[in-house]
């Protein structure tokens, strides 16, 4: 079975800050590991995604996440919030036919 | 542009009635996920087709059944409609087989109102 926890239901950053959205998983299976991005009135878009291989992974945006099995752990980041950034951020996580989706982080993005 | 279509946008109706919601995956996608998200309940799955055949299954009421056909494209019906049916319901399509096709693709989604 898959579970996710995104810690932080809101989180709040100065433009020109680093993002840091937190998400962990447990996993019976090796697990592919996703972040989606939720922008206003839309629908979920891949922002990146880990399946094997090289565990720092980099998305669109300027988005990257680094894949810690000793963790159980695949971390967001940005090393510099833009505006356009707000939005809600959902982890995600496959074990096999299933995704389990977290609870969604939103950010906020101050001026 | 995900390639993945959902009609109607929006759909207003009232308690105990019966709707019927539509989406076409990308072309070449194989599974098609229903999912709820609410206020309240957050981004919730409710179903998953592969093929034409159930593959997972969530939190999914009895009033609601959901199918896909030869064509691939799928439909979700909710019937006696209850006041906290009312949602954004988002049909997502993923090639499905094969360890690097599990990425989802979100469709904009269907924005139920019960009244």
């Known amino acids: 079975a898959q579970s996710v926890t995104q810690l932080g239901s809101h989180v709040s950053v100065s433009e020109g800050a680093l993002v840091l959205l937190r998400c962990n998983y447990s996993?019976?299976?090796?697990?592919?590991l996703f972040w989606y991005v939720q922008y206003p009135n839309q629908g979920l878009q891949l922002l990146l995604k880990y399946t094997t291989g090289a565990t720092l992974v980099k998305g669109i945006n300027g988005f990257e996440a680094e894949f810690k099995k000793s963790e159980t752990s695949f971390h967001l980041t940005k090393p510099s919030a833009h505006m356009s950034d707000a939005a809600e951020y959902f982890c995600a996580v496959t074990g096999g036919f299933k995704t389990i989706f977290g609870a969604g982080t939103r950010l906020f993005v101050k001026a | 542009d995900s390639g993945v279509t959902q009609t109607p946008k929006h759909l207003i109706t009232a308690t105990g009635q019966r709707v019927t919601l539509r989406c076409s995956p990308r072309s070449g996608d194989l599974s098609v996920y229903w999912y709820q998200q609410s206020l309240d309940q957050g981004l919730q799955f409710l179903i998953q087709y592969y093929n034409g055949e159930e593959r997972a299954k969530g939190n999914i009421l009895e009033r609601f059944s959901a199918q896909q056909f030869p064509d691939l494209h799928s439909e979700l019906n909710l019937s006696s409609l209850e006041l906290g049916d009312s949602a954004l319901y988002f049909c997502a399509s993923s090639v499905g087989v094969g360890r690097d096709n599990y990425e989802q693709y979100f469709g904009p989604g269907t924005r139920l109102t019960v009244t």
């Open positions: 996993s019976s299976v090796p697990p592919y």
